[in-house]
């Protein structure tokens, strides 16, 4: 991180990519082969490790990606560079890197998932505002739980498991169909129920119906709608707006901040309150990107800079 920040910072822009997807290449094919059996012997292997040493193990892992994977650290610094002008160069290197180690650190925590009792998981969460998610679910029309990619978020379905609350969440299914058995069946030791994204929208009704809580991420690019998200435009999800006016079930932001290994705080928020000015969906949907700013300013360290968050606001010609 020293001297050099301008001179590793300089073409930081990735070229712009098209909204189609490109085809598969005979090397992409032979990671579909390849990966899933990576990923499972390295599973089994930080499954072995103390914590502690499982998410050190994790923070190397991210160091190392950042140094190859020039594509995801080259978006992290453009997205940085983007939303904190006023940062220097070093700070943008440094919280590049404190990304990757972080994601690398919760990628490790989430192996550990089996292994951690309820008792566990309560012992080591400090929660914060708890009021609000009674409050929502008090009105009997299910809850919309909004969080990001922001600190540990699989840690939200332990938490909800252990305090038999049954978390319902949307997840994006991996490209390789052993790892993406391999995710759902972790996440659904801790007790979470895992819905496909594609075919979601009809269990979500269902359990919100049944004032059941549904966990969704709506901070991953979108052609939605285009709503302010840290002073540039941002193409959105409109999903958890629509439920909202569909059902009136009430949106409660709640994020997991990492504190240490296996040590948590659970912050939940008031319910959402729509952005005044705006028709409703359009107005729900901006308040909900004001909750997720808010916390990602407070630990920007901890949130997936490494995603292309604003791809369709920059092909759109919408930024700034």
């Known amino acids: 991180m020293g001297g ?30 390849i990966a899933p059996a990576i990923v499972v012997r390295m599973v089994r292997h930080l499954q072995k490790k103390p914590i502690e040493e499982a998410e050190e193990y994790g923070a190397k892992f991210g160091r190392f990606v950042m140094k190859i994977d020039s594509k995801h650290r080259n978006r992290t610094i453009s997205n940085l560079k983007m939303i904190f002008p006023e940062w220097s160069d070093e700070k ?3 919280v590049t890197q404190q990304v990757f180690e972080h994601f690398g650190r919760i990628g490790a925590d989430f192996t550990h998932i089996p292994l951690r009792s309820h008792e566990k998981v ?15 679910m008090s009105l009997g029309k299910g809850v919309i739980a909004i969080t990001g990619h922001f600190g540990n978020w699989e840690w939200l379905g332990q938490w909800m498991a252990a305090n038999d609350t049954e978390l319902a969440v949307v997840a994006r ?4 169909g052993p790892i993406q058995d391999l995710l759902q069946s972790i996440r659904e ?17 269902s359990r919100l119906k049944a004032n059941k809580v549904i966990g969704i991420l709506p901070d991953q690019n979108s052609r939605d709608i285009y709503v302010p998200f840290f002073g540039q435009m941002c193409g959105t999800v409109i999903g958890p707006a629509t439920f909202h006016q569909k059902l009136g079930s009430p949106i409660v932001p709640v994020f997991a901040v990492r504190k240490g290994p296996e040590q948590y705080q659970i912050i939940f928020k008031p319910m959402i309150q729509p952005v005044s000015g705006y028709e409703a969906v359009e107005g729900i949907t901006r308040a909900i990107n004001n909750s997720l700013e808010e916390m990602i300013r407070a630990v920007p360290e901890q949130w997936l800079w490494m995603h292309d968050r604003w791809k369709s606001a920059r092909l759109t010609n919408q930024l700034h």
């Open 4 to 33: 050099n920040a301008e001179q590793e910072l300089a073409s930081t822009e990735p070229q712009l990519d098209p909204f189609r997807k490109r085809p598969k290449t005979l090397l992409s094919k032979a990671t579909n082969v």
């Open 92 to 94: 943008i290197l440094k």
């Open 122 to 136: 309560l012992s080591s969460s400090q929660v914060e505002g708890l009021e609000h998610l009674h409050e929502a």
């Open 173 to 176: 299914d991996a490209n390789q």
């Open 189 to 205: 030791s801790a007790g979470t129920v895992v819905l496909s994204r594609g075919n979601a929208a009809r269990a979500i009704l």
